[in-house]
């Protein structure tokens, strides 16, 4: 296993869904950024229900967020930060009953293997989306050291079941409409449509996926090291680590294998002062460096592996072929929460990518 | 700049377009393994001009590999193997002339403004396709390494200009179809229309991408290092250091976003006293780590954004805009060459993983 | 700041010695291995007083252990561990008064320069000796997977306050004899001596320091990553991560400089049907590699910087001259419980230099 | 294999003692600065023979440096810098007769055992201290990094065979005399019993070994990056992939252990409006930090483990025991010429940390 994400403002993992605790310990973040536990526990609790009101698991997560070192006196000291929230209301026994009875979709079959049947099943263990809530504790304090140079992340749902929104092409006004449905989605009827899918898959014991977009605007001309750190690749590193993300894409994406050059370059344009690309088919990246431009990348999200659909499955302790009902508490979407995680991951990379150009000092004042 | 990839099997590429030389340093590479200048020379030159017959630049790259240490009776050593190829038949006078002339598409801008001016520039230096030389001559090594534990990696063109391919599913068949024309595509008849499209738009000034899918096969089950080192996450940045990927996916892809779980989610089967998937929308790989099915990878080239036809931009010299027809020797289509070193990279990603999974030892016997 | 160590088994150290706990995140550490709570415990109050009976702080360190995650069933799992101490027993007031009178011989000026005054001063924050508590936890569970191949590891004390011991050439004499003293000598006569010399110098208001000896038997041939993971390099960056270390040599250590080639080269021998050398002055390693003799490290620990004594120093708020006397609770000397340090960092380093070289499986059956 | 340094500033070496080349990648150096072919080969030169006249190999290393990446009109691009010497005046003979009569005190053994006797044996191949011309290389180059920002390194030699030199206490003046003698020591009248010793070793058929003192001036506070990098560590894991250091020390080293607290410490005090301490035991680092007093390091290198007198062995092919006298070109005393080096290994981490903790700058105007 490696826990461990980025060079400078480096993160590490642990924790597992239905252990003692989800936490992350942030290396590498400069001294002096003003930090409260308010501060995570606010980026804690969009992650809880898809940012805004629950389409979501049923599981009452407090998850209320400790922060055990690193701060003092309000500020981060250059130690590392180690955060963690508490697993509580736990019931593993649908767990128990379904041990070795892999889940199609899901990491039971690869994780027994690899661990020698030894890791921890419970709630998925290392597997769950839940441990993202460390990622989304590490994003926390990402952002609040992106904002020190003017860099503001925004990640929303622009897919779900098949739906695609229409959103504006500005980011105060995805924020502004993406905040009032409980699917982060910036297109208003596309939203209601969404929600009406995801409880038309739920009714029939199915699930959903869909499409994220992630957005960082301010960035400096620069951030990226090619050429294997270039800005897309430790992003989509970085979204690969979110469960259930099997797609990623940067500017115009998977589209530009239909553009010709002509099409798909964008021009270079003065804009007060500065140069500026017209049209943003590279998605803020060239060369895998920052170009001035919003970066924006998306990524696919697979619907929610555990249905109450029956499924056919291998059961491990016989060798032999079974069928499956997964039980418990899913979401029948995970995109809108997913999105949250996405959110984060683009902070993380940014800190890190930012700290090692240069853009941002050891000492924040 | 990081020009580093991978733990224990670690490339560092070096060399610029214009420069001396370009190649590689592949260290971590275990002892034993038999490894000659043929073996590099054989990948190097699939690379030169799309695995088959030109389409491509008409530069002459001889391109003849030396391996300048590593190696000692024919196999390797345990130390680091230092391969490249010189750089001959150098006309940098076409890129003197738009220094400043910032290329649409290009990383011009963002080096200039990254480095301070003062990267090479001659030939887009360490931003050219070129330097993929280097990529390959390791995905030799690695692809050696890999067979000795029964893993084979092949990349075939499924998009270009729009066309799309309908290649079987059956690895050696790909092989086979797509080793028979230019633009290594394992559907004839496609390939007949891509390579036209490819004409049409050369004739125009113009130039067009497509799609790469990578596979590996014979992979054993717990590849990948979760929850960072994803083979997903990992496979993707190398893809993305590969110059115009702009999108990567796994398996169905950017598709599972409008899958339902009971569509998307491949079930467990008993396949020859192992356990297989029915369908393959994982893409061989579940919770990060593979399953034992074919490894599947699908990238996003864009247009070679070097074209013929005028494009706006600016002139960093004097800080206004312009137009800009780019000359010199440059591909219609650089995708079916891309594909050669996307399969290094799957390679090189797959050999790192697998000795950090303890699946291959330290010496080759 | 940098807080992890190692490439496969990678531990991540957190905590101030005046904040809420201290603590490890050990990564990479293979799935199947037996692990209890009282495996880490038992390393762990070593540590609190010198292994043995305390000379050391009058600070009540209950110090018990708990591990948050990476355990399952009394095995791990393949995961992350988590464990850390809490702090209790805190009275940072002694530590308020003199925040700006920079301490000699501490990290006080260095730190606050470093960090811009943002740094955890409250007890010497990270610098202080109390957070290698994390570092022996991490040395308990790298002991425990050493055992599987025979490794075991041992740090005594060699000479203190120009004290120096007479050890017998055993391991497990020297354990036996260790055990029966407070300062971890193999030498009962040099023991007395050197209790007699500690309670001199505190009576005085003053500290002494010494001379550790940390052993490893039961190495394979073949440890270490020449040429810069050397196992004299990776060790030596382990020791120097220890408070007050300034000295790290291997065998005959720095008399190698006053020996001939003919002198200091041990020579080859056949027992028992395997090669070794008579003597040992390589301490076990030739060419940065473990060559199947003992390893045997000696590293020079300072004499604890906080006394009673006036010293003088300089006043940061004022930038002016001045005399402190350090109050609180501090070791006369600390060099018996650095051995238990030393030995936990000697079992780290080679963890991971098993795992890496391929010595130690990914699962332990 | 590990043959990676750094984590900014990070070098990768390559090559073997007889194979073709001997080099190095240094990758990360920050583009702009002025570097010229001459000012690798004058660091290069001095390696060749101990810096001044040789006392050492009879071998003609003409060792012509050249640079085949990363610079471009003069400066640094910010690309990786590849530089190497090529080997030639070989003669392996005198290796084939004794691949399996392991040689004490070398790599022999070891590596035969690590590498499955797939290792390039040839003049010890990556063993050799000839490899080290690749770490001068990059040393040069760090150099001239650090001297933008003011400071400055060398390394001395201060004892050889026994013979201890009382050199002077500034650094001006230590270059002063050293330069002029051939074993590189800041003490005539040392300098001239050291060369007797070498010579009356050498016509014994035997050797003698040294230590050596590394300075490093001009360091800002903060360079260091604790717990586990800091400056002491780093450093030490650098000096021991230099073949036949046994040991390393800074400051007051190893004679910490001998002195009391209020002995050890060094007082601080305002000199210039800068607070500084008097006395440097600490070595100019305290708590893993650079402190700006002088940085000071002392390493104890082995005599030359190839000798003509009789030695005790194994022969491998037999398994039995053997004799054996080293033939071929060997230096009586390398400690003059290690002093290059660990002056150069000195550079390459400082100017790793200078870039970590943003001291230098991405771009050098």
Redesign the interface.
């Known amino acids: 296993?490696?826990?461990?994400?980025g060079?400078?403002f480096?993160i590490?993992?642990?924790?597992?869904s239905h252990?003692?605790?989800i936490?992350i310990?942030v290396?590498?973040c400069p001294?002096?950024l003003p930090l409260t536990v308010e501060d995570i526990q606010q980026e804690a609790d969009k992650r809880k229900s898809g940012r805004n009101r629950p389409l979501a698991t049923a599981r009452k997560e407090e998850d209320r967020v400790e922060i055990?070192?690193?701060i003092?006196?309000g500020?981060?000291?250059?130690?590392?930060?180690?955060m963690?929230i508490w697993n509580r209301n736990i019931d593993s026994s649908e767990y128990e009953k379904v041990i070795k009875l892999?889940r199609?979709?899901?990491?039971d079959?690869?994780?027994w293997?690899?661990?020698?049947g030894?890791?921890?099943w419970?709630g998925s263990?290392?597997?769950s989306g839940r441990?993202t809530a460390g990622f989304v504790m590490a994003g926390a304090v990402a952002k609040k050291l992106l904002a020190t140079i003017g860099i503001e992340t925004v990640a929303h749902v622009v897919?779900i079941?098949?739906i695609k929104a229409d959103p504006p092409d500005d980011v105060s006004e995805i924020r502004r409409i993406m905040a009032e449905n409980e699917v982060s989605c910036a297109d208003v009827a596309a939203a209601t449509r969404m929600i009406d899918a995801i409880k038309t898959?739920g009714r029939a014991g199915?699930?959903?996926?869909?499409?994220i977009e992630a957005w960082a605007t301010g960035l400096p001309?620069?951030l990226?090291?090619?050429?294997?750190?270039?800005l897309?690749?430790?992003l989509?590193?970085?979204?690969?680590?979110i469960?259930?993300?099997?797609?990623?894409?940067?500017?115009?994406?998977?589209?530009?294998?239909?553009?010709?050059?002509?099409?798909?370059?964008?021009?270079?344009?003065?804009v007060d002062?500065r140069?500026r690309?017209?049209g943003n088919?590279?998605?803020g990246i060239?060369?895998?460096?920052?170009?001035g431009m919003p970066l924006i990348a998306r990524l696919?999200?697979?619907?929610?592996?555990?249905?109450a659909?029956e499924?056919?499955?291998?059961d491990?302790t016989s060798?032999?072929?079974a069928t499956l009902k997964v039980g418990g508490r899913h979401d029948t979407c995970i995109v809108p929460r997913a999105a949250v995680v996405a959110e984060s991951m683009t902070a993380v990379v940014l800190a890190d990518l930012a700290l090692?150009?240069?853009f941002i000092?050891?000492?924040i004042?």
């Open positions: 296993m490696n826990n461990s994400l060079e400078i480096r590490t993992s642990f924790g597992e252990g003692d605790c936490g310990v290396d590498g001294a002096g055990f070192s690193g003092f006196n500020r981060t000291t250059g130690a590392p930060i180690m963690s892999i199609p979709g899901h990491a079959f690869t994780a293997e690899k661990y020698g030894f890791h921890d419970r263990g290392r597997f441990i897919e079941g098949g898959a199915d699930s959903v996926g869909g499409v001309v620069g990226g090291e090619p050429v294997f750190d270039t897309e690749g430790c989509a590193k970085a979204y690969f680590a469960p259930a993300v099997k797609a990623v894409e940067f500017g115009a994406g998977a589209e530009v294998a239909r553009m010709s050059g002509s099409d798909g370059n964008d021009p270079f344009a003065m002062g140069v690309t017209a088919n590279a998605g060239l060369g895998g460096i920052s170009n696919a999200v697979k619907a929610t592996p555990s249905i659909k499924q056919r499955t291998v491990l060798g032999e072929e090692r150009g240069g000092g050891r000492i004042k």
